[in-house]
């Protein structure tokens, strides 16, 4: 009962039979009850950390920092204009583990401030890479953003 409760003071709606659970946006919330409601998520779900993390020195990244940076590679583009877009976690071949108590957990790209994909990955079943094939058209960036259920977010971007 008290999970119910605190479900429903978050906004959750949960439908069970579906195996759904969806947020309630609400556009009056203020910055206290979004910083709770973090908390609250952290402490029920399996990630532990959703901080976004930075680079201390781009010059010279630490192997913690390579091993979650995501890695956004470009490959052709086919018949109908789509140009393929591999994304690694992490970069310079230090790749992330895939472990049930410590993996990539999620996986977003976007084209300019638009997001284009979005990619939940399981914990110990797979590694964080994902492709897409994208109209690039006129857009000029490319940000890849993933998290790690212990180091936190991380984020990279590339200029087109
Ligand atoms: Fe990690």
């Not at 949960?14 to 009056?28: A, E, H, M, V």
């Not at 977003?108 to 994208?134: H, W």
Request: one cysteine or more; proline letters at 4%; hydrophobic letters at 35%.
């Amino acid at each position: 009962m008290e999970r119910r409760k605190l479900l429903k003071s978050l906004g959750v709606l949960s439908i069970t039979g579906l195996g759904i659970s969806l947020f309630n946006s609400c556009d009056t919330k203020t910055k206290q009850d979004t910083k709770s409601k973090e908390n609250i998520i952290q402490k029920t779900g399996p990630a532990k950390n959703r901080k976004l993390m930075k680079i201390k020195d781009p010059e010279h990244p630490t192997t913690l920092e390579l091993k979650h940076t995501p890695e956004i590679t470009l490959g052709d583009k086919d018949a109908k204009g789509f140009t393929k877009v591999e994304i690694t976690v992490g970069s310079k071949g230090i790749i992330h583990p895939a472990k049930k108590d410590h993996w990539i957990d999620y996986l977003k790209l976007y084209k300019d401030n638009e997001l284009v994909g979005n990619l939940v990955i399981e914990p110990g079943m797979a590694r964080g890479f994902s492709g897409f094939r994208i109209k690039l058209d006129r857009a000029k960036k490319l940000k890849a953003v993933i998290g790690c259920n212990i180091h936190g977010v991380w984020e990279n971007t590339i200029t087109l």
